[in-house]
T-cell receptor, first 112, second 115 residues
Framework: DTAVSQTPKYLVTQMGNDKSIKCEQNLGHDTMYWYKQDSKKFLKIMFSYNNKELIINETVPNRFSPKSPDKAHLNLHINSLELGDSAVYFC???????????FGEGSRLTVL | AQKVTQAQTEISVVEKEDVTLDCVYETRDTTYYLFWYKQPPSGELVFLIRRNSFDEQNEISGRYSWNFQKSTSSFNFTITASQVVDSAVYFCALSEKNTGNQFYFGTGTSLTVIP
């Protein structure tokens, strides 16, 4: 069983479209994250949720909206996609105060 | 200010050489955790090790070893007898208790092992 799974793995879309990436973890962790990795491999935190509550919201355009229906899921919706949104988006989870981040496989978004 | 600094952007070594990846961190917290992650060309992020601030013992796992020194705020990673499969980007990370265990990642070191 995959611990942190995110879908889809690849997304190719046109500028201006709206897209979503889903993430689920079966580790029982209470904290989930979205990270963006650009072409230079920099890993940038976007959002963090603890028990469905938003606790980290870095400087991210409001076109990005996370949604956590329960503590096992954290989805990312992106409106009006721009070329600069092209990146790999990683979902991760951890047990707050205790452990390491467990990452999903990443979702590669390409905006044309 | 960068909380985690990986000064080496790219390193190339010939197979079987030893290589050390440097990591320097900055924190005022007394309780924190340090991590190393590996990202091979396939793209996934693989957890390698976690160290807490109260445990300065060095750790060895096969060909991998880690040297944690609070006096110099460093958490360096050494690969002994490198292999081609070690080629990857390696990230060092810091998590502080006082910031709700937010993770701070270094910019990564790209290691290429030449056969």
């Amino acid at each position: 069983d995959t611990a942190v799974s995110q879908t889809p793995k690849y997304l190719v879309t046109q500028m201006g479209n709206d897209k979503s990436i889903k993430c689920e973890q079966n580790l029982g962790h209470d904290t989930m994250y979205w990270y963006k990795q650009d072409s230079k491999k920099f890993l940038k935190i976007m959002f963090s949720y603890n028990n469905k509550e938003l606790i980290i919201n870095e400087t991210v355009p409001n076109r990005f909206s996370p949604k956590s229906p329960d503590k096992a899921h954290l989805n990312l919706h992106i409106n009006s996609l721009e070329l600069g949104d092209s990146a790999v988006y990683f979902c991760a989870s951890s047990q707050a105060g205790v452990g390491e981040l467990f990452f999903g496989e990443g979702s590669r978004l390409t905006v044309l | 200010a960068q909380k985690v600094t990986q000064a080496q952007t790219e390193i190339s070594v010939v197979e079987k050489e030893d290589v050390t990846l440097d990591c320097v961190y900055e924190t005022r917290d007394t309780t924190y955790y340090l991590f190393w992650y590996k990202q091979p060309p396939s793209g996934e992020l693989v957890f390698l090790i976690r160290r807490n601030s109260f445990d300065e013992q060095n750790e060895i796992s096969g060909r991998y070893s880690w040297n944690f020194q609070k006096s110099t705020s460093s958490f360096n990673f050494t690969i002994t007898a490198s292999q081609v499969v070690d080629s990857a980007v390696y990230f060092c990370a810091l998590s502080e208790k006082n910031t709700g265990n937010q993770f701070y990642f270094g910019t990564g070191t790209s290691l290429t092992v030449i056969p």
